[in-house]
């Protein structure tokens, strides 16, 4: 993740799933945070009478805590027990905010992004056989895509599924394949680069995943499915 890609502005308060979170003041673990250089707050958090302060942001690389040292950025702590943030561009890559739940031992990326496509994408397929694409296929995908597609066959039929093409931002956008009519079930396999993969139910269906982060895409995939009979 690199959050030099994100056009900050303002100020910004942090959520881990929902619950209030906060910049670690303590070095972070290079390749935490969704992120190679994790940035942390170098100093104390202020107290609602200390009004704004401004605090250096350290990155985490080649074994040295604040290897880089990014913009400072101006920190308020608000009534009701959270802070908030102004977070500024970084100058480099790939670095990221972190965030961090003190009673919660990991360790999460700051922003989440909206995950919601806009266009549709995904479906369920009934056909004994067929192609399934990424959005704008041989073109490239958008962002922030999540596509779930479900191949369903009936009887005492399985489905096959063969990848002819993949080509993703192998960091951060993933192929995940189900087996079965949703992603609660088994995982089969996560696809980043192409492999030759295929895979194959063990009952009827078959559920496919598709995401991809918020910057850089790329070509997608092209896989093709057929129905096969006996379990
Ligand atoms: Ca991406």
């Known amino acids: 993740m690199c959050d030099r890609d994100v056009n900050w502005f303002g100020w910004y308060r942090l959520f881990i799933h929902g619950q209030s979170a906060q910049m670690p003041n303590t070095c972070i673990d290079e390749y935490k945070c969704g992120t190679h250089a994790p940035l942390w707050l170098n100093g104390e958090h202020p107290k609602v009478e200390d009004g704004v302060v401004t605090r250096g942001v ?107 093409d993949v080509d993703l931002e192998t960091c951060c956008d993933y192929i995940k394949v189900y087996d079965g009519p949703s992603t609660h079930h088994p995982l089969l396999g996560e696809i980043r680069e192409y492999r030759n993969q295929s895979f194959r139910s063990s009952s009827n269906d078959l559920t496919v995943l598709f995401y991809s982060d918020h910057s850089v895409t790329r070509r997608g995939f092209h896989a093709n499915w057929v129905f096969i009979a006996g379990m």
């Open 58 to 164: 350290c990155g985490h690389w080649n074994n040295n805590c604040c290897y880089y040292n990014s913009t400072p950025i101006r920190v308020k702590a608000c009534p009701g027990d959270y802070y908030v943030y102004e977070f500024v561009r970084p100058f480099m890559c790939a670095v990221a905010y972190c965030a961090d739940v003190g009673n919660i031992n990991t360790i999460y990326t700051t922003i989440t992004p909206e995950t919601n496509s806009s266009e549709p994408c995904g479906g369920n397929m009934t056909d004994w056989r067929g192609v399934l694409l990424s959005p704008r296929y041989p073109n490239n995908y958008p962002n922030n895509a999540q596509c779930t597609w479900t191949i369903h066959s009936t009887g005492n039929t399985t489905v096959s599924l063969i990848f002819t």
